[in-house]
């Protein structure tokens, strides 16, 4: 079968992008092996998909990995947890920036936001829990609040960089993060970059 080799640092975010590639082989577990993770893959990568994890290091390998047991998805553990009419409605995806868990809670149950979010919180393992609500003012920044938790400060680790910010001040969008590595090997040391909009700088500073 196909498996992809991974060094542990960067596990977490090779795995995000092959998920939303919809390449990775739900079937099979995860295997850590020393200092790697090997991730189990419906194909073999294509030389340019490679050459995206450039800096992760990774290694094509064929390798048989054990198969998964019946157990539950954490959503399928949230929908038990949650005792409520409506459960249809809660999110079926939400983001971690850092330890921070950040959801879109539907209008139509509102009103059990706190309860939902305790439930997140808990399945999930996030120190907070907080609702996205727009963007507010000139400067674009997120209009949030907070269901679980108190501290909207968190440390977010990407690509061996470690990004310290409040998530009530700065936006940071995890769901790019293939096309970050992918800029962070345009530049060459004879360019200047000029990051127009840059934010935390999740573009500029891995250049």
Do not use: C
Not at 60 to 83: D, H, R
């Amino acid at each position: 079968m196909f498996v992809l080799k991974i060094r542990k640092e960067f596990a977490e975010e090779v795995r995000r992008i092959l998920f939303k590639k919809g390449l990775v082989d739900k079937r099979y577990v995860f295997v850590k092996n020393g200092d790697y993770i090997e991730m189990p893959l419906l194909r073999r990568l294509k030389k340019e998909e490679i050459k995206l994890f450039k800096r992760q290091d990774v290694k094509p390998i064929n390798k048989k990995l054990p198969s998964k047991t019946l157990s539950k998805t954490p959503f399928e553990v949230i929908l038990e947890k949650a005792g409520m009419e409506n459960k249809n409605l809660l999110p079926k995806k939400w983001e971690f920036v850092g330890d921070v868990l950040i959801l879109r809670i539907p209008k139509e149950i509102e009103k059990q936001e706190k309860n939902v979010a305790e439930i997140y919180a808990e399945v999930l393992n996030a120190k907070t829990v907080v609702k996205v609500m727009g963007i507010r003012g000139r400067y674009r920044k997120p209009k949030i609040k907070v269901l679980y938790g108190s501290s909207t400060e968190t440390t977010h680790k990407e690509n061996k960089i470690r990004f310290k910010l409040d998530v009530s001040k700065v936006m940071f969008s995890s769901g790019n993060i293939d096309e970050r590595i992918r800029t962070a090997y345009l530049s060459n040391k004879n360019e200047t970059v000029v990051d127009m909009f840059a934010g935390i700088g999740y573009f500029s500073v891995p250049m």
